[in-house]
């Protein structure tokens, strides 16, 4: 007798898109997304419709995440060269005849307007990945040294934009792959050594610097000033300190527990600048105090450590390496964004993950959340 297959169910079709879904990590971006959109209602009362746009963006980032989950990684390491190699030539055509705006060339008209820095976010880290799966098991120092020159390429071409806030979020993104494929840390202490040197020097000569009026060479007048600002900020209290100076100010008024949602003063009196943007975790930790900031690092770390873990049981280099990457991206989000509102960073223009207001970084956060899923449903098809 000839066998009868059913033919599978449109219900079924649609489960099987969403086996190996990664359940703790998609539970961590819940809780996350839900205190986003609540700081957003408050925080973004009198901006129009914020908060429809900022729930709009998100649904946007999942339909995103959902389509990068169903990539299987051999797909995604073979854009990797593509990839890059288009972000490279886009931020050479933006650094010839880009679209200046209030003083930075970061923007590029192709019939839409579009900011190629961020296609490198991800790029990055796949062309970082891929070289790294070409050279298993052969490295040797020249290897990493390529990868410096790939990653120096764009990091370079972003800072000159200028754009140091996502220079340092591709830097974060392609050194995390250099250190988990193996770099030596012969090669890791002495950059942090001089690094912390320099900062103890800057903090001990700020006075002469700041005042002296002394261009640093390799600084913009802008990110020198914001350098100067953050060790004393109480100089241009009014001016470039206004930004750190009330943001501390939020954060301290918030105590405890903070003042209640829709309560926060500092926010609705509107003395938090970019309160719904780049200083929201001032108004988040205003209104929900100490115990709200310690739930939300805390939702961030088990974000992160979950995709640590994805990382840790891939299957392949490739995988893991580019898991990593993507757990330091929403680490490298988090912590400059916090830090800088917290006054303990330079002001640089990075959004809080899925609390800020921003399209462009919601695509970028729901495809590193999307490759997260691929990777670890790539392992739980191979498990079984």
Known sequence: ??????????????LTMFQGFDGPLAFAVFMLAGAGLL??????YDHGTRFVDHGRNMLIAGFIMFVMAQIPPQRLMALAVPLYLLGVALLIAVAIFGITKKGARRWINLGVVIQPSEILKIAMPLMMAWWFQKREG???????????????????LIARQPDLGTALLVLVAGLSVIYFAGLSWKLIVPPIVLGVIGIVLLVMLEPQLCASGVSWVVLHDYQQQRICTLLDPGRDPLGKGFHILQGMIAIGSGGLTGKGFMQGTQTHLEFIPERTTDFIFAAFAEEFGLLGNLLLILGFMFLIMRALNIALEAPTLFTRLLGGSMAMIFFAYAFVNMGMVSGILPVVGVPLPFISYGGTAMVTLGMALGILMSISRARRLVQT
């Open 1 to 14: 007798m000839p066998v009868v297959l059913e033919r599978p169910t449109l219900l079924q079709r649609i």
């Open 39 to 44: 700081t957003m209602y408050s925080s973004g």
């Open 138 to 156: 052969q490295l040797q120092a020249l290897d990493f040294l390529v990868a410096g020159v790939l990653l120096a390429i764009p990091v370079g």
